[in-house]
Each structure stands twice: as structure tokens, then as C-alpha cells.
């Protein structure tokens, strides 16, 4: 048998072997399956990677916001250190209040204090003093409160005098959270104007419920809160988007152990913003409001005002609308008219946080399609 032959047949030859077909395609499989294993490891891997990558940001901007809020977090007690200071410095006394700080113009007046954008060594900072010595027991309980609860989620309090009724705190000149709305349509603040921002704010408002509620001063209800207005001008916004408590002259002590609860004034609430408890039980029967007849309410008050807050917070932002939908069954809770049946702020502020990382981590996966 020639070579030339054997050649020209070799096709002809290698089809008639029995058993060669299968091999064939026994080969091509599995050349299929070595190149497609491959890829969907790869596959895999990168879908892991950019969940880890979501992970690291979302960390990333906690750990940014807590950092550039707690400028004075480091320092000794009674100490200060606002964000343009290198060196922690102690709270200011009344002879360097007296000499050292320069009142520019009045910024705030309610019953309790008169605030006023002042200047101290350069650096901005707000000076509080007392309006009237009819409120001097709220005055020196809402410095007592700053100096018990001075951390991230509280204004900082640079320095106080006693004798003067006169106090200072670290000044921020986006004020109070009622010019959110105005702040965010500002040109140069109008990329933040998104729910993430908004929602991060809702976010800080319930941390700042959780921390009032298991403070290092008891458990503390904030009963400046008997309207929404009422309730925005007690925080204050940051320049970099967070919050603070700023006014803590109205924050009575629950203490279930002893049975003590708290009413919020000696006047008579009304109005469907404030919780159901802390209505008049005796109104439709058409009899006057007595303070002494009227029962106490613990902290779950301010759990009720959660959702009318967070709905002012998230206001009208492409992704609110989605966000609310998420938010409708903890918001359903918070408004139940039994005050043992609603969650804690803990509760409320673990839901915002895992609605904030799915929504973040769909947006993600959005892009990446």
C-alpha cells in the first residue's frame, strides 16, 4: 500500500475505525467543558469582588461621616477640637468667654436662649445666653445634657460660664435641619440632593433617638418634639451632610425601674404629630385639661414621630419613592397606637441600614449591567 495512497484515504480511514465518532465528540466536550469552566469562575469571582468592593464603600462612608462629625472625638474630657484645630483645647471659663469671644450678630432666639454667630480666635463658634431668668432651671439642664452626652451625634460644646448664663458651641452655618430643603437646591450642593444623602440623614436622626434613649444620662425623651418645625430646629445639619443634636434644655429622665415617666410641659398637646399617649385621654368626654390627672409616657413618643420626620427628610428625590416602599412596614409599626407594640430605635435604625446597603448594592449592580 502506497503512501500516496494512504494519504488520500486517511479521512475515509480514521471514519470506518468503530468507536473513533465518539471519541470525537467525547473530545470536543471536553474541550467545551475545560473552556467553560473558566469562565464562569471568573464569572464568579468578579460578582464576588464587586460585592466586596460595595462593602468597602458602604464601610468607607461610615467611617467618613463619623470622622468628619467628630472632630472633637480624641480629645480628654472636657476638652474641644473642632475640624480646623491640630490640638484639642479645654472647654473654655468665663474670664475667656468674656475676653476672647466676639458676638457678631444674633442667628436664634427662643424662650430659653438668645444665639448669636460669635467669633473666637478665629474660629467660628455660637454663643448662647440665657433670654429670661424665668428658664434658667432649662438653661443649665440643657448645658448639663451637653456636657454628659458630648459625642459624634451631639454639638460640641467649646466652653460655658455659669455666672453668666452663657454658653459656647462649635457653630455650623448650614443651621438647623429646617433649611435642609433650601441647602440642598444651592448650585453647589445640588449633587447631594439625592435619596442616599437624605436617607443617610434619616439615618442619623433615629442613631441620635437610639443614643438619647441608652445615654449615659439615663434613658431621655426629647420633648422639644410637639411639632415637626419644633422637632427639625433641635438638630443641626453638617456641611458635610450629617446631623447633630444641637438643643438639649427639654430632655426629662424614663425610668421604668422606679415607675417614673414623663409628661412634656404642663399644657395641654394637641395635634396629630404628637403620639396618641400624649393627647388629653378625657377630651371627648368634653372635660378641661388637668396636668395632674394627666398620665405619663416614656420614650416610645418619639419612636411615633419617626416616619412624619423621615418623610420630611426624604422629600421628593428620584429613589424616595422606593425608599418609602421599603421603609412602609417599620413606619407602619412605629405608628401603632399601643406604645409597647412599637419598635425601638435600634429596631428602626438597623431597617433604615439594611435599606440603605440593598438599595446602594441594586444601584451598583444597575451600573454594572
Same mark, same amino acid.
Given at each position: ?51 466586596? @468592593?460595595?462593602?468597602? &464603600?458602604?464601610?468607607? =462612608? /461610615? ?9 472633637? !472625638?480624641? #480629645? ?124 443617610? @440623614?434619616?439615618?442619623? &436622626?433615629?442613631?441620635? =433617638? /437610639? ?9 431621655? !425623651?426629647? #420633648? ?124 428602626? @435604625? ?20
Amino acid at each position: 500500500m502506497s503512501l500516496t495512497w494512504l494519504t488520500e484515504n486517511r479521512h475515509h480511514y480514521l471514519l470506518s475505525v468503530p468507536g473513533t465518532d465518539t471519541m470525537h465528540r467525547n473530545s470536543s466536550n471536553n474541550r467545551t467543558f475545560s473552556y467553560g469552566l473558566p469562565v464562569v469562575m471568573l464569572c464568579l469571582a468578579a460578582l464576588l469582588f464587586s460585592n466586596i @468592593l460595595i462593602y468597602l &464603600y458602604l464601610d468607607s =462612608l /461610615h467611617q467618613t461621616d463619623q470622622q468628619m462629625v467628630s472632630s472633637g !472625638v480624641g #480629645c480628654a474630657p472636657r476638652h474641644f477640637k473642632m475640624v480646623t484645630m491640630k490640638n484639642c483645647t479645654p472647654w473654655l471659663q468665663c474670664p475667656q468667654i468674656r475676653a476672647e469671644v466676639r458676638k457678631l450678630k444674633l442667628i436664634g432666639q427662643g424662650a430659653v436662649k438668645k444665639v448669636f454667630f460669635a467669633e473666637w480666635r478665629a474660629q467660628k463658634v455660637a454663643l448662647s445666653e440665657l433670654s429670661s431668668p424665668d428658664y434658667v432651671e432649662d438653661f443649665l439642664h440643657g448645658l448639663s445634657m451637653l456636657q454628659v452626652l458630648q459625642g459624634r451625634l451631639v454639638v460640641q460644646l467649646v466652653g460655658f460660664c455659669l455666672e453668666d448664663h452663657t454658653l459656647v458651641t462649635e457653630h455650623h452655618p448650614y443651621g438647623s435641619l429646617l433649611n435642609l430643603d433650601v441647602v440642598l437646591a444651592e448650585a453647589r450642593n445640588q449633587q447631594h440632593n439625592t435619596w442616599q444623602t437624605r436617607l443617610r @440623614l434619616a439615618m442619623d &436622626y433615629v442613631s441620635i =433617638l /437610639h443614643y438619647l434613649h441608652n445615654s449615659p444620662a439615663g434613658r431621655r !425623651v426629647m #420633648c422639644d418634639s410637639n411639632s415637626l418645625e419644633k422637632t427639625l430646629s433641635q438638630f443641626l445639619l453638617t456641611t458635610d451632610f450629617n446631623l447633630v443634636v444641637n438643643d438639649l434644655d427639654a430632655l426629662p429622665e424614663v425610668d421604668q425601674s422606679r415607675g417614673s415617666l414623663v409628661k412634656c410641659g404642663h399644657r395641654e398637646l394637641t395635634g396629630d404629630f404628637v403620639a396618641p399617649e400624649q393627647l388629653w385621654p378625657l377630651r371627648n368626654e368634653e372635660k378641661p385639661f388637668s396636668d395632674d390627672l394627666m398620665p405619663g409616657y416614656d420614650e416610645k413618643t418619639d419612636i411615633w414621630k419617626i416616619p412624619d420626620v423621615t418623610q420630611f427628610l426624604m422629600g421628593r428625590v428620584p429613589g424616595g419613592d422606593l425608599v418609602h416602599f421599603h421603609l412602609f412596614q417599620i413606619h407602619d409599626e412605629c405608628k401603632n397606637a399601643e406604645p409597647r407594640l412599637r419598635p425601638s430605635a435600634l429596631d428602626v @435604625l438597623n431597617m433604615y441600614t439594611s435599606v440603605y446597603s440593598s438599595m446602594v448594592r441594586e444601584s451598583a449592580g444597575v451600573r454594572e449591567l
